[in-house]
């Protein structure tokens, strides 16, 4: 069975520039979220998504920031203007049904450098 | 808001020791999850503890969790060098799916 897999693995774009990470959970998974790290910090939540609805976002740092989820399959996570402070790891992860209990599955990452 | 706390965040031992890694949180839960992340690499789910006095072991590691002193530990048993990686405690924040991490704990087992 395939991992949560995430695309592009690293991205590095200027600031004020546009960039849209991918996410795929494992298949049959209703619950996907959205993780970053930046840093020396740590790993913050940043949303979840219960099929194609946004269940709790309450941890998008702010409006440059773009989460959707069509049809309740892969994630895009849009930056749009791309800042120097949003430079970390994208970490997406999924599990399975509606009982929020199953543990998480995360993918690899997304490491994004803004310059 | 639920904060949760790692010490150390550094380890440095020697193959064969026994050490354990410590996980405070600061409001009740009764879900954490320990993970691995090797560097550059996915996190690794370890352990689910979903319960007051869950205990379990995998190999060489063993948690536990406390729920009444809001506490995990993580030990590990005669370390080998494999076990060289970051791990991370992370809380269920309200049982809603959104988990608080802790800051990791970098472990270097030394030959």
């Known amino acids: 069975e395939a991992g949560v897999t995430q695309f592009p693995s690293h991205s590095v774009i200027e600031k004020g520039q546009t960039v849209t990470l991918r996410c795929d959970p494992i298949?049959?998974?209703?619950?996907l979220y959205w993780y970053r790290r930046v840093m020396g910090k740590e790993i913050k939540f940043l949303l979840h998504?219960?099929?194609?609805?946004?269940?709790?976002e309450s941890g998008m740092p702010n409006n440059r920031f773009l989460a959707e989820r069509t049809g309740g399959t892969y994630s895009t996570l849009k930056v749009q203007p791309a800042e120097l402070e949003d430079s970390g790891v994208y970490f997406c992860?999924?599990?399975?049904?509606?009982?929020?209990?199953?543990?998480?599955?995360f993918g690899p990452g997304t490491r994004l450098t803004v310059t | 808001e639920l904060k949760v706390e790692q010490n150390p965040l550094f380890l440095s031992m020697q193959e064969g020791k026994n050490y354990t890694i410590y996980c405070n949180y600061s409001?009740?839960?009764?879900?954490l999850y320990w993970y691995r992340q090797d560097p550059g690499k996915s996190l690794e789910s370890l352990f689910v503890?979903?319960?007051?006095?869950a205990v379990k072991q995998e190999g060489r590691l063993m948690a536990s969790l406390d729920t009444k002193a809001r506490l995990s530990t993580l030990h590990i048993t005669a370390a080998v060098h494999d076990l060289s990686a970051t791990y991370f405690c992370?809380?269920?924040?309200?049982?809603?799916?959104?988990?608080?991490f802790g800051q990791g704990t970098t472990l270097q087992v030394k030959p």
């Open positions: 992860a999924s599990s399975f049904g509606r009982n929020i209990a199953y543990e998480q599955y």
């Open positions: 298949s049959g998974h209703d619950n």
């Open positions: 998504f219960v099929k194609e609805s946004k269940q709790d």
């Open positions: 409001t009740t839960s009764d879900r």
């Open positions: 503890l979903l319960s007051n006095g």
């Open positions: 992370a809380v269920d924040s309200g049982n809603t799916g959104k988990l608080i």
